[in-house]
C-alpha cells in the first residue's frame, strides 16, 4: 500500500509545511498546527470538480449572459439578518456564521427558519450538539410552530448530505462544525482536516442543490473562528455574531461576502422571547449615558453603510506610585496610548495615573474617526468636567495633534442631528465641505483647538 503523508498545517493562516512547529513562522502564533493527511485525489474526484464550471472553456467577458441567472435571494424575514446578508440569503450559497458559545446563533437561525416554514418553504436545521427534545424546547420557548420545519440531531455528515437530498430543502442549517463530522476522515471532530472537508463537500451539496446552507462555528478564546478560519477562504459570506457578554446587545456582523458589501451589521437584543431586533440602534447604544458625567463622549461611527452614534467613556485614576493601568474595552489599546501622549503634548498628562477606557454596550470601535472622542472623554475626566451633551465629536488624531479628515462626514453627522445633537466638534475641511440644518459643526485644526471649544467656560 502507498505511504500515506502528511503535512503540517496552521489553524490561524493555513501556513503549510513538511515538519511540525510550536510556532508558525507565518503568522507568529503558537501552537497552531495540526497534522493533515494527504489524500491523494482520485482523478474521479477532480473529474467531478471540473464538472462544477459550467463551461470548461474560458469565455470572453462580453459573451457572458446574465439573462435567466443571477442571484435568487430568499429573505429570512428578519429584517436586520437580511440588511446583514445584502437583501437576504442566495440560493445554493455557503454561509459560515461564528461566534462565542451561548451569543445566540442557535437562536437567530431557528428564528430564520421559523419564517420560512410560515411561507410554506421546506427548511432543516440539523444539530450536532442538541437532541430533538431540545430543539423543540427552545422552539416553545420562541413560539415556534414549525410545519415546514424539520429537525435532525446527528453529528454524520453523510447521513446528513443523504438527508438533505431527498428532502431538497430551500435552507439547511449544520449546528456546528465542530460536532458534524466525516465519517472517513481520520481525525478529531472540530480538526482542521475535518471542517476543511466539511466545507467543500458543504459547498457542493449547496451547488448541485441549490440550498443555501448555513453552518454554525464557535470560536475560540484568541476571537478567531475556531478551526473555521480556514473556512473563511471556503465560503460564499462570513457572519460573525457578537456580544460582550454584560450586556444584551447583539451585533451581527459580515466579514466576507460575495454576494452583497461586506461590514454590514445589524443589531439584535436578546430578551425571553428570543432575539429582537433594535431598528434604532444608536438610540438603544445611547440611552443609559449619563450626559452630564465627566468622561463621556459621542461619535458617530461608519458600520458597513450604516452610521452609528456610540459612547465612548474614560476614567482618569489619581497619580499612583506604581505602574499606572491601561485598560481598553472595545477600543485599540495602543490607540489609546497613542492619544494619551498626544494629550500630554497638549498640556494634559495622565501617564502616572491609572487609565481605563470602555466603548459601552458591547460596540468595537475601531474606526479612527473615534480618535478625537476617546481623547476628549479622557481629557473630561481627567479635569473632571463633563462635555456639553449635545456636542458631537468627530476626527481622526495625528501623533502632531492634527485633527484628520474622516470618511462619510455627513452621513455620521445627520444621524447625529436626527438624534438630537446641535453641534459638532469637526475637522476644518469637513466644517468646509458639509452643510447641515439643525447641527452647528465647529471646525478644530488641533486637539489644543477642541480642548478649547469643549472646556473654555
Ligand atoms: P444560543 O442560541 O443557544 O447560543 P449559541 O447557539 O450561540 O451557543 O443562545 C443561548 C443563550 O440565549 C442562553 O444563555 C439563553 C439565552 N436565551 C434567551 O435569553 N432567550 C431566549 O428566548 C433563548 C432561546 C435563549
Ligand atoms: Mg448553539
Redesign the pocket.
Known amino acids: 500500500m502507498a505511504k500515506v503523508k502528511s503535512s503540517f498545517v496552521c489553524s490561524n493562516c493555513e501556513y503549510t509545511t513538511a515538519k511540525w512547529m510550536g510556532r508558525c513562522t507565518s503568522c507568529k502564533e503558537w501552537n497552531t498546527f495540526q497534522e493533515v493527511m494527504d489524500q491523494p485525489r482520485s482523478s474521479r474526484a477532480q473529474r467531478a470538480a471540473a464538472s462544477l464550471s459550467t463551461d470548461d472553456r474560458p469565455q470572453k467577458l462580453s459573451e457572458i449572459s446574465l439573462e435567466g441567472g443571477g442571484e435568487v435571494r430568499v429573505r429570512t424575514g428578519i429584517g436586520e439578518f437580511d440588511n446583514v446578508l445584502g437583501g437576504g440569503l442566495v440560493s445554493g450559497s455557503l454561509t459560515l456564521i461564528g461566534?462565542?458559545?451561548?451569543?445566540?446563533?442557535?437562536?437567530?437561525l431557528l428564528m430564520a427558519l421559523d419564517h420560512f416554514s410560515q411561507r410554506g418553504l421546506d427548511v432543516l436545521y440539523v444539530s450536532g450538539e442538541e437532541s430533538t427534545r431540545q430543539i423543540k424546547l427552545?422552539a416553545e420557548?420562541?413560539g415556534i410552530e414549525g410545519q415546514h420545519l424539520h429537525l435532525l440531531s446527528h453529528s454524520d455528515f453523510t447521513h446528513i448530505e443523504t438527508v438533505a437530498r431527498r428532502l431538497r430543502p430551500r435552507v439547511l442549517v449544520i449546528?456546528s462544525v465542530q460536532t458534524v463530522h466525516m465519517p472517513h476522515v481520520d481525525s478529531l471532530p472540530g480538526s482542521v482536516t475535518q471542517v476543511r472537508e466539511l466545507a467543500h463537500k458543504a459547498m457542493l451539496l449547496a451547488k448541485q442543490s441549490t440550498t443555501a446552507i448555513l453552518l454554525?462555528g464557535h470560536v475560540t478564546k484568541s476571537g478567531n473562528l475556531a478551526g473555521p478560519k480556514v473556512l473563511e477562504h471556503y465560503v460564499d459570506t462570513v457572519l460573525q455574531?457578537e456580544g460582550d457578554g454584560r450586556t444584551a446587545l447583539r451585533i451581527l456582523r459580515a466579514l466576507k461576502n460575495r454576494f452583497g458589501p461586506a461590514g454590514e451589521l445589524g443589531v439584535f437584543e436578546?430578551?425571553?422571547?428570543?432575539l429582537r431586533e433594535v431598528k434604532d440602534a444608536s438610540a438603544r447604544l445611547l440611552h443609559e449615558r449619563i450626559p452630564e458625567a465627566p468622561g463621556t463622549s459621542v461619535l458617530a461611527t461608519m458600520e458597513g453603510t450604516r452610521a452609528l452614534l456610540a459612547e465612548v467613556q474614560a476614567l482618569v485614576g489619581k497619580p499612583t506610585p506604581s505602574t499606572p493601568a491601561r485598560t481598553c474595552v472595545g477600543v485599540d489599546r495602543n490607540r489609546v496610548l497613542m492619544l494619551a501622549a498626544v494629550l500630554e503634548k497638549a498640556g494634559l498628562a495622565v501617564h502616572e495615573r491609572d487609565l481605563f477606557v470602555n466603548a459601552t454596550g458591547g460596540m468595537r470601535l475601531d474606526d479612527p474617526a473615534a480618535d478625537l472622542a476617546i481623547l476628549c472623554a479622557i481629557a473630561s475626566s481627567l479635569l473632571d468636567r463633563p462635555l456639553p451633551d449635545d456636542t458631537l465629536l468627530l476626527g481622526e488624531v495625528g501623533l502632531v495633534g492634527e485633527i484628520r479628515a474622516v470618511p462619510q462626514p455627513e452621513r455620521r453627522l445627520r444621524e447625529a442631528a436626527r438624534h438630537g445633537f446641535r453641534r459638532a466638534i469637526v475637522p476644518p475641511g469637513v466644517a468646509r465641505s458639509v452643510q447641515l440644518q439643525g447641527i452647528e459643526l465647529l471646525p478644530a485644526r488641533r486637539v489644543q483647538d477642541a480642548i478649547r471649544l469643549l472646556f473654555a467656560r
Open positions: 461566534g462565542d458559545p451561548g451569543v445566540g446563533k442557535s437562536t437567530l427552545r420557548r420562541l449546528d454554525v455574531f436578546m430578551v425571553d422571547q428570543g
